[in-house]
């Protein structure tokens, strides 16, 4: 970027990358509590369901020592989005060349389809190659539906998904992918609609002008005709 005087500035962010995969939960909830109290979104994750054995009391309260899982769980994340249902999953791959399929549970691939066919939206975030991706459900089910193959080229994922910047609040922005898929005619409406509201404003703005213009320009005008003119001066020659 360049900056006026030829200074350039530098900023360097303090990521973790040996951490990364590890954080991705911690990220996107904290994403998701920025889009709540930014009142932009409702994005919960979702508790997993599970069923308790056996459990102890310690000086930290109750401790589960046995438990199972109640039921196979859908997708981690689901919530609304400008009158859209969301339903999503992260997940983290160290692969750099594809993201396996064994990642999606078969459950949840029908869960996903079940989303699409009622009008929801619904995706996943990976995390692979030390960036984040969106890549949207439709374009997992149609490589899925026309490919046997076991895991999604990086390559696709490049062509058909796009990177989520990562900021700091919120940490993954993932909302502007959606909106730029789902709510694009929307927000050009909305743009227009304000352009128009700021070229009213201003046309208003500038007929107040003229118009107190046009007063100042009468007034001074009636000024002059009701100003009494003074005969001229004679020139009075004192005889010697």
């Given at each position: 970027?360049?900056?006026?005087?030829?200074?350039?500035?530098?900023?360097?962010?303090?990521?973790?990358?040996?951490?990364?995969?590890l954080?991705?939960?911690?990220?996107?909830?904290d994403?998701?509590?920025?889009y709540?109290?930014?009142?932009?979104?409702?994005?919960?994750?979702?508790?997993?369901?599970?069923?308790?054995?056996?459990?102890?009391f310690?000086?930290?309260?109750?401790?589960?020592?046995?438990?199972?899982?109640?039921e196979?769980?859908?997708?981690?994340?689901?919530?609304?989005?400008?009158?859209k249902?969301?339903?999503?999953?992260a997940k983290?791959?160290?692969?750099?060349?594809?993201?396996p399929?064994?990642?999606?549970?078969?459950?949840?691939?029908?869960?996903?389809?079940?989303?699409?066919?009622?009008?929801?939206?619904?995706?996943?975030?990976?995390r692979m190659?030390?960036?984040c991706?969106?890549?949207?459900?439709?374009?997992i089910i149609?490589?899925?539906?026309?490919?046997?193959?076991?895991?999604?080229p990086?390559?696709f994922i490049?062509?058909?998904?796009?990177v989520?910047?990562?900021?700091?609040?919120?940490?993954?922005?993932y909302?502007?992918i959606?909106d730029?898929?789902?709510?694009?005619?929307?927000?050009?409406?909305?743009?227009?609609t304000?352009?128009?509201?700021?070229?009213?404003v201003?046309?208003?703005?500038?007929?107040?002008?003229?118009s107190?213009?046009?007063?100042?320009?009468?007034?001074?005008?009636?000024?002059?005709?009701?100003?009494?003119?003074?005969?001229p001066?004679?020139?009075?020659?004192?005889?010697?």
């Amino acid at each position: 970027m360049n900056y006026p005087g030829s200074i350039k500035k530098t900023y360097q962010k303090n990521i973790n990358y040996a951490n990364r995969g590890l954080d991705l939960e911690a990220l996107l909830n904290d994403s998701n509590n920025y889009y709540i109290e930014a009142d932009k979104a409702i994005i919960y994750k979702k508790p997993t369901p599970i069923t308790i054995i056996d459990a102890k009391f310690s000086a930290k309260g109750r401790e589960i020592t046995k438990a199972y899982f109640a039921e196979p769980s859908t997708l981690d994340y689901n919530g609304i989005y400008k009158g859209k249902y969301l339903d999503f999953d992260a997940k983290v791959t160290k692969s750099k060349t594809s993201f396996p399929l064994e990642n999606i549970h078969e459950h949840q691939l029908l869960h996903m389809r079940r989303i699409l066919k009622h009008g929801g939206i619904t995706f996943l975030i990976i995390r692979m190659n030390d960036k984040c991706y969106y890549l949207d459900g439709k374009e997992i089910i149609q490589f899925i539906d026309n490919n046997n193959r076991k895991s999604i080229p990086f390559s696709f994922i490049e062509e058909k998904g796009y990177v989520i910047e990562e900021k700091i609040r919120p940490r993954i922005d993932y909302l502007k992918i959606i909106d730029k898929l789902y709510f694009r005619e929307q927000n050009m409406a909305k743009k227009k609609t304000k352009r128009k509201t700021i070229k009213k404003v201003s046309s208003k703005r500038n007929n107040r002008n003229i118009s107190s213009t046009k007063k100042k320009t009468s007034t001074v005008k009636k000024n002059i005709h009701s100003t009494p003119s003074t005969p001229p001066k004679k020139n009075i020659h004192k005889k010697t």
